[in-house]
């Protein structure tokens, strides 16, 4: 029996399964990155449901875990050198899952590096900006009565889902045939986009065809499908 009692997030959020992957998330954009690696890769996982619009993420106990209050955020009771590894960031996480399954990721150095390529503009660039068009579209932001920072981020979503399309000509996926964690970094906040936040029409999403294809293609898969939904809103 694994013993994840340093952890004061476990007093919290108690483990039923300590032997298994602890999952510390919500189905948001950066959270069902986690969850659908964890359900392509088939790995035994508890998924632990944080509210954020409780302020969970800001108790004692989930700050020792990630001390940024974020989600999504992981423990696995079997890491390096088979000790527990508490990690958060969902581009880290997405890059240590791969490296200990040896999936989800190209084995060659070069392809490997570009898959990478590919997370890191995610996390820099289409989280930050979709997020902003979300901020200024849906939420508290649409109230501003000067526009411009929503014009901003509009035009810059636009780019990016531009970068996007040009990537994807004559490609499945990303990385061309190949399925891995730079599709599923990317696949929750473009659905957002253009649902969630309802910015469909201001980013001209109907232009981008490739991209569109492509997303419907992710969504299809069934593993895809449950990682959406986990852990279970509150």
């Given at each position: 029996m694994s013993d994840l009692s340093a952890f004061p997030i476990t007093r919290r959020w108690p483990a039923q399964h300590p032997e298994r992957l602890q999952l510390y998330s919500l189905p948001t954009p950066n959270g069902v990155k986690v969850s659908i690696a964890l359900e392509e890769l088939g790995l035994a996982y508890e998924p632990h449901t944080i509210n954020i619009g409780a302020n969970e993420t800001w108790t004692p106990e989930f700050l020792a875990l990630n001390p940024n209050g974020k989600i999504p955020a992981i423990i696995d009771p079997d890491g390096p050198g088979g000790q527990p590894l508490a990690l958060f960031e969902s581009g880290a996480i997405l890059l240590y899952l791969a490296e200990k399954t040896g999936k989800l990721m190209p084995t060659d150095p070069a392809s490997r590096y570009e898959t990478l390529q590919w997370v890191f503009f995610q996390m820099a660039a289409v989280g930050p900006?979709?997020?902003?068009?979300?901020?200024?579209?849906?939420?508290?932001?649409?109230?501003?009565e000067d526009k411009r920072p929503l014009q901003r981020y509009v035009s810059e979503s636009k780019r990016l889902l531009g970068v996007?399309?040009?990537?994807?000509q004559g490609r499945?996926?990303?990385?061309?045939?190949?399925?891995?964690?730079?599709?599923?970094?990317?696949?929750?906040?473009v659905r957002n986009l253009v649902g969630f936040y309802g910015a469909g029409e201001l980013v001209e999403y109907h232009s981008f065809t490739g991209v569109q294809a492509w997303l419907e293609r992710?969504?299809?898969?069934?593993?895809?499908?449950?990682?959406?939904?986990?852990?279970?809103?509150?």
């Open positions: 900006m979709f997020g902003q068009v979300g901020f200024f579209h849906k939420f508290a932001g649409k109230d501003y996007l399309e040009t990537r994807l499945s996926w990303i990385m061309g045939e190949e399925f891995t964690i730079a599709d599923i970094s990317l696949l929750g906040w992710c969504l299809q898969r069934p593993a895809v499908q449950r990682g959406l939904e986990i852990p279970a809103r509150p």
